[in-house]
């Protein structure tokens, strides 16, 4: 596997479930990111991590939780979500955090919250 | 706080047209203008950086400028094929180093 990939590609779930995503990048980078892409809006960065911590939250309600066990790896815990939070939520990684480098996007997960 | 727009939303063009998009944005102090393009059902793929310093970057038939005392930035693409059909969407870091995002064009190259 070469890039970034996430997994599953489609998630359908109830309002009660709990799921997670996954996102591992074969890079090499140090900084890895979740982001929020909601139909004709922009992109919404919800966490940064860098060195496998925590940078930046951007206001995310709880029913998100990140979790980013090591360099490679980034989930995204999911519970007790809202309709609304149906999108598409794109991983994405750079070198560093610190520096507005380039991006390296995966292919995201559709999400559907019924 | 940062805005970044786009204008159009969309555009079709008939394919050997060359065609420019645009990128505003409300604040100068950026660090960096990134495009990037958006296929259908797959992520966001890096097409060209800009840094603040600089005016413009180049890449094969992209052409991207930068004029951040006016907060715009244009990509610029040369002879249009059907395979350049995609969403454009550019982003400005800001002094965090986070992106901020337009909601994007969405071009259609017509054969």
């Known amino acids: 596997e070469t890039g970034v990939t996430q997994t599953p590609r489609h998630l359908v779930m109830g309002m009660t479930n709990k799921k997670s995503l996954k996102c591992e990048q074969h890079l090499g980078h140090n900084a890895m990111y979740w982001y929020k892409q909601s139909a004709k809006k922009p992109l919404e960065l919800m966490f940064v991590?860098?060195?496998?911590?925590?940078?930046e939250n951007n206001s995310v309600p709880s029913r998100f939780s990140p979790e980013c066990p090591n360099s490679s790896h980034l989930f995204l815990h999911l519970h007790t979500l809202q309709p609304e939070d149906s999108a598409l939520y794109l991983c994405?990684?750079?070198?560093?955090?610190?520096?507005?480098?380039?991006?390296?996007f995966g292919p995201g997960t559709r999400l559907t919250v019924l | 706080k940062q805005e970044v727009t786009q204008i159009p939303a969309a555009l079709s063009v008939p394919e050997g047209e060359n065609l420019v998009l645009n990128c505003s944005f409300t604040?100068?102090?950026?660090?960096?203008l990134q495009w990037f393009r958006q296929d259908p059902g797959k992520g966001l793929t890096s097409l060209l950086l800009?840094?603040?310093s600089q005016r413009e970057q180049t890449s094969g038939r992209l052409n991207a400028s930068l004029d951040k005392s006016s907060g715009r930035s244009t990509l610029y693409i040369a002879a249009s094929q059907p395979g350049d059909s995609a969403t454009y969407l550019c982003?400005?870091?800001?002094?965090?180093?986070?992106?901020?995002w337009g909601a994007g064009t969405k071009l259609i190259i017509k054969p």
């Open positions: 800009i840094q603040s």
């Open positions: 991590y860098n060195f496998k911590e925590q940078t």
């Open positions: 982003a400005v870091a800001d002094s965090n180093y986070q992106l901020i």
């Open positions: 604040d100068s102090a950026i660090y960096n």
């Open positions: 994405a990684s750079s070198q560093d955090g610190g520096s507005g480098d380039t991006q390296y």
